[in-house]
T-cell receptor, first 117, second 114 residues
């Protein structure tokens, strides 16, 4: 059974710092990996999706890398801002269903990030 | 373009009552997912459908839970009878038919069973 672990569980840093969030998964047979953001009391917003054949994806100040063989991904946030404060969730889709649709996601428990002004 | 729509947004009920959660996926999406989020267990996949057909319901915790997708634009998750340990936020998500695409989440239904 796939298990996803995120480290650290919580992180508080001053505004402007670059930071790295870590994600590891136990079964390397994944279809893709996604990073989501969740604000308090809200749903999830997709940040980046990395297909299993890719090594990294970038969007603005965010960069996500994937090392499938070692079962690891990192989310790099450059020049952090108070608006980046949220919980960041890592999720993997396993190679289980190939009927033309997406597979269900296995989530980590998230990293609760606070950016101090 | 409307996102995934869930109703109700909040539900408070008493133990033993039936609870029905509703979801309308994004138009054109053919995969629909139900997740549950609790502090203790995080986000867990309950069941997902592809082209209205249930593909994997191994995450459904027990027989008290059931889900249906009668057509491409509507799904329900029913709990009968409800118990206090069912209290959680229930999310619905949908995904387009190309496979390997991101999932789009609804705002969730916050359920409290007293």
């Amino acid at each position: 059974k796939q298990e996803v672990t995120q480290i650290p569980a919580a992180l508080s840093v001053p505004e402007g710092e670059n930071l790295v969030l870590n994600c590891s998964f136990t079964d390397s047979a994944i279809y893709n990996l996604q990073w989501f953001r969740q604000d308090p009391g809200k749903g999830l917003t997709s940040l980046l999706l990395i297909q299993s054949s890719q090594r990294e994806q970038t969007s603005g100040r965010l960069n996500a890398s994937l090392d499938k063989s070692s079962g690891r991904s990192t989310l790099y946030i450059a020049a952090s801002q108070p608006g980046d404060s949220a919980t960041y969730l890592c999720a993997v889709s396993s190679v289980k269903y190939s009927g033309g649709g997406a597979d269900g996601l296995t989530f980590g428990k998230g990293t609760h990030l606070i950016i101090q002004p | 373009d409307a996102g995934v729509i869930q109703s109700p947004r909040h539900e408070v009920t008493e133990m033993g009552q039936e609870v029905t959660l509703r979801c309308k996926p994004i138009s054109g999406h053919n995969s629909l997912f139900w997740y549950r989020q609790t502090m203790m267990r995080g986000l867990e996949l309950l069941i997902y459908f592809n082209n209205n057909v249930p593909i994997d319901d191994s995450g459904m915790p027990e027989d008290r839970f059931s889900a249906k997708m009668p057509n491409a634009s509507f799904s329900t998750l029913k709990i009968q009878p409800s118990e206090p340990r069912d209290s959680a936020v229930y999310f619905c998500a949908s995904s387009p038919p190309r496979g390997g695409e991101t999932q789009y989440f609804g705002p969730g239904t916050r359920l409290l069973v007293l």
